[in-house]
């Protein structure tokens, strides 16, 4: 029996090498690409995994696997994947407001998966110093002591529960290392190469394969290639070439991240993910290595425009975002500004997922599919996740051949269904947090400050649990912010009222800032809920 089985194996790395036939033909060896193939080829499907360009990629974006990634990591067989690259543990957020702070760390989960909540006033940094748990020193850097922490820290206050742990790191280590494990599958054949076209069948417009473009390495010149399989998934990523091809939604960009990379950044308390919020745009902080931090800053389209002639992103993050960020990160900022490094940027979409039942032969899955804004870190946690839903919905039991069209489509029906218990959470909160933490109107201001002070309060276990994929419950999430609007309501009316006794005469004031605060939240939250959720 043996033999047999690796006879088979041989049969279909022969057919992969030779012939370019597959089960399953995946466009793009990111981080979707090669969990798909990985998972696909833990069937016992052929699978073949080409990618344009096999080097070490240089990305700003994908550096940060919550731990509901990490638990989906796990359970396609990738964890292994996070070591060796100077991955740095997560243990939650910081978010300062304004000069104020408030440390909302992951909530405890039991063997169960299931998350204990409780309400209490959260800690803040210098709480945390106070104690001795800034876990690296003043300097707020983890030091590479990322062994041993996988499966969370066990301070969780909760018998039998922990607090689970995300992960940074630089992307292009990571990416490599999933790579190396696709590589080493003997049911897997990546290819250098780049794609081009897809390919339809002769009687029908189903899709049968793609067609490439090989670079021969002694003389650089590019020849045509043809690669078949049962299936084509094309997962290229945010800038797809094929998205408008089968998806018939386009990505709306409301701002671009640039990125600095800031060495021996001063930044407690350490191991969490910081979102600074102050007269500037938002920024976004996190170590990804024992010295690195990444610092990216959220600029507009309108203000990248308005400083074109003022000094440019440069001018714009050096006179109006410098000023805003704590006395500790300014130095490394400003060192990071002054040696000349060229900042990169990435532009925030958002996509909405569509439904895929119109084209045989085809799938499209990652950013080429579904987008949302990478504030708080959650593309690469949906995607493990998608990984993990469809590929359980694909297995050989469910549908033996990838060929047939019907019963994959019936399978990317229930996919489409069955991953909204996670990322609709996520896709939601990711746009609707990046509307209060980049407001622009009185409103939205108001809402900011109610969700800062919703914190305080105590109420973020179950906040950060939906946002780090813990928590698969989008309408816990709905609850939230609502409350967090109504927060928002009454810190106003206490504000415009005062505690005097002509308070009572500005009372009417008070009541239409109501009406249009909650009307700012509907605004905000219902039609990204309802494209998310449909």
Not at 230 to 235: D, G, Y
């Amino acid at each position: 029996m043996p033999i047999e089985i690796e006879s088979e194996t041989a049969r279909n790395a022969k057919r992969r090498s030779e012939l370019h036939k597959a089960d399953a033909v995946i466009v793009g060896a990111g981080p979707m690409g090669c969990a798909m193939a990985f998972a696909l080829a833990n069937q016992g499907r052929s699978v073949i995994l080409l990618e344009r360009w096999m080097q070490e990629p240089n990305r700003i974006v994908g550096e940060l696997l919550q731990p509901g990634g990490v638990a989906a990591l796990r359970k396609l067989g990738l964890e292994k994947s996070l070591e060796g690259i100077d991955a740095i543990p997560c243990h939650g957020f910081h978010v300062t407001y304004h000069g104020e702070d408030v440390v909302i760390p992951y909530p405890p989960i039991d063997d169960t998966g299931k998350v204990h909540v409780k309400v209490q006033p959260p800690a803040n940094a210098k709480s945390l110093a106070a104690n001795g748990h800034a876990n690296g020193g003043a300097n707020g850097h983890a030091n590479g002591s990322a062994n041993g922490h996988a499966n969370g820290s066990s301070d969780a206050g909760k018998k039998g529960a922990v607090r689970p742990q995300g992960r940074s790191f630089h992307h292009g280590r990571f990416v490599m290392n999933l790579r190396k494990a696709c590589a080493a599958h003997p049911m897997i054949t990546i290819f250098e190469t780049e794609v081009v076209a897809t390919v339809q069948g002769e009687d029908s417009d189903a899709v049968v394969g793609v067609e490439t473009r090989t670079k021969d390495r002694e003389t650089g010149k590019k020849t045509p290639d043809y690669f078949f399989g049962a299936l084509t998934i094309i997962v290229d990523g945010y800038a797809s070439k094929f998205r408008k091809q089968f998806i018939d939604k386009t990505p709306v960009v409301r701002s671009h991240f640039y990125a600095l990379e800031l060495i021996d950044c001063p930044f407690p308390p350490a191991y969490f993910g910081h979102v600074i919020i102050g007269k500037a745009f938002p920024v976004l902080m996190y170590q990804i290595g024992t010295h690195e931090t990444r610092a990216l800053i959220d600029v507009p389209e309108k203000v990248r425009n308005a400083w074109t002639k003022k000094g440019g992103v440069h001018g714009y993050i050096k006179n109006e975002v410098l000023p805003t960020l704590p006395k500790s990160v300014q130095p490394s900022v400003e060192a990071a500004l002054a040696d000349g490094q060229t900042m990169r940027s990435m532009p925030n979409s958002w996509l909405p997922p569509s439904k895929q039942a119109k084209h045989a032969g085809v799938i499209v899955l990652g950013d080429a599919f579904n987008m949302r804004h990478p504030l708080t870190g959650g593309g690469m946690t949906v995607a493990f996740n998608d990984a993990v839903f469809l590929t359980t919905l694909l297995d050989p039991a469910n549908v033996p051949d990838l060929g047939d069209a019907k019963a994959v489509h019936a399978a990317m029906a229930k996919f489409h269904w069955k991953r909204k218990s996670l990322t609709s959470i996520i896709n939601v909160l990711a746009m609707a947090l990046y509307s209060l933490f980049a407001a622009h109107d009185r409103q939205l201001r108001a809402l900011q400050r109610g969700c800062f002070r919703y914190f305080e309060y105590g109420f973020v276990d179950e906040p950060v649990g939906l946002l780090g994929g813990l928590l698969h419950r989008p309408m816990v999430l709905a609850w939230h912010f609502f409350r967090v609007a109504f927060v928002a309501i009454w810190l106003n009316a206490l504000e415009v009222c005062g505690g005097g006794v002509l308070g009572i005469l500005m009372l009417p004031l008070a009541l239409v800032d109501a009406v249009l605060i909650l009307w700012k939240a509907c605004v905000v939250f219902l039609p990204i809920f309802w494209a998310e959720a449909s």
